[in-house]
């Protein structure tokens, strides 16, 4: 596509005339995202969520620093819901481009940016013109009118944010689903511009400071060249396993060694008998943690715990205490300090463990002083600055209250990373999301009180959901043909590839979702997503879109 990263700043939502939310409430992954999509509506912005749920943070919104100001007025945030079928996305935003190129005035289409900037737009043209309407509304369960009325909102506003999560790349064609982001945003020309872009909500803030940091798969020539020349380490060439192939070959016996730092990697993944399989055919797992969690259960032949400071906790190496730093989701980069006593005066921190694992394997003629890089974590800060772009002055940059943003050619200066240096329309191919009768889409989801898979309670307050979450969402006309009733317990079953996965006793809970469309929770159900169901070229699980059949008990 040429964009990459998010292309948005947080103070763009108080300048945007739309924001379009895609997916799970954005207030699970990102804690200042409601408060933004408040000041899009205090400002005069509107606000379209696409979801196949209802979320209470977008249709009720109270920020917690107003009661302190007597005011309880809630805000309604979302001006135009649109339930879509779960995997739906690529036909409604079809539907939307086809709706604003059918209008006369041309509003909604930047020609002059289409025509400076960007490659494929004729051939995306004709392309939307050859959809048929009833292709489109049937896909995404959203009717003509509906669309062409959010489509009426996109040309209408001069300035365009498009926020997504998880809902929208965990299908087989995850990856389609974001170019059709891109293609929308491409059309008005809402890249590089205030108020505008594209605003992945990509989770927590390890997973954005990780790839940045060069922990990839297929890490870049450059960034090698790099690490080589400031090291004086020769790094491997060949590329490594993403997740999902990491777990195929420790099945298969091809991996000896497991090491994790950090998470709950078997509760995290799908497949989740699989995964335990893949796991305990290894001969040693090592897990660097700061809590006990499940996967500590399930281990290679020999298992090694080595706990460690958390981020929350006071970090003292060489007698003067430490901060790392982490990267959100619009690529700020920041400090983030621990405060709290350390549970234990043994415990070491990671990068102290990873200096001493270092240590150890290249012995006393290693080019790197581990010793050297650990005894103050300015000195990492150094080295980073040396290997990676957008780093320059790091550790002055760095301690300013606000952090900084790491540059962002499509974003700063409307540069795409592309052979051409222009942005490109995509062509894609509406999924086929029928399914045959007796089946039902299935998606994961999360609620308020849990971080990734830790678990604090079993409320679930976005949805008004008390005590239990072994349960599945059903639409009421779906629970009426089934023959169950609110509570009724039933099993999942998902019988992809001949492998007959089974989820039991989940109790049916009604609630507005559409016909032939089931919400469960993550992870209790990943039991359910079959290992080898993954988004074409990401290759990231299909958590969001599993095909699976309701057994009455």
Partial sequence: IGIGKGTVKLDDFEKSDLVIVIGQNPGTNHPRMLSALQGTKQNGGK???INPLPETGLANFKHPQDYMKLSFKSTALADLFLPVKINGDVALLK?????????????????????????????????????????IVASSGISRDQINTAAEMYSGAKSVIVCWAMGLTQHENGVANVQEVANLLLLGGHIGRPGAGACPVRGHSNVQGDRTMGIWEHPPEAFLNQLDKNTGILSPRDSGLDAVNSIKAMHNKKCEVFFAMG???LSATPDTLYTAKALRNCGLTVQVSTKLNRSHLVTGSEAIILPCLGRTEIDIQNKEKQFVTVENSMGVVHTSIGGMKPA??????????????????????????????????????DL????????????????RPEGFYLPNPPRDSREFNTPTGRANFTLNDIPNNILEEGKYMMMTIRS?????TTIYGHDDRYRGIKGNRRIVLMNKEDMKKLGVKTKDLV??????????????DFAVIGFEIPVGCVATYFPEANCLIPITSVAAKSNTPASKSVPIEIITN
């Fill in 47 to 49: 606000i379209i969520h």
């Fill in 95 to 135: 539907g939307m481009m086809k709706s604003v190129m059918e209008q006369d005035t041309g509003a909604g289409i930047d020609q002059d940016f289409i025509d400076n900037c960007t490659d494929g737009f004729d051939v995306l043209k004709k392309s939307l013109s050859s959809v048929n309407w009833s292709e």
């Fill in 263 to 265: 998470g709950n990697f």
């Fill in 344 to 381: 234990s005066e043994y415990l070491l921190s990671e990068p102290k463990i990873v200096s001493e694992l270092a240590k150890y394997t290249f012995g006393e003629n290693s080019p790197v002083d581990w010793n050297g890089l650990v005894q103050h974590y300015d000195n990492i800060r």
């Fill in 384 to 399: 980073i600055e040396l290997c990676i772009p957008g780093f320059a002055d790091y550790n002055e940059r760095v301690r």
């Fill in 448 to 452: 308020h009180d849990q971080y990734n």
């Fill in 491 to 504: 099993t999942l079953r998902c019988d992809k590839d001949g492998v007959e996965r089974l989820a039991k």
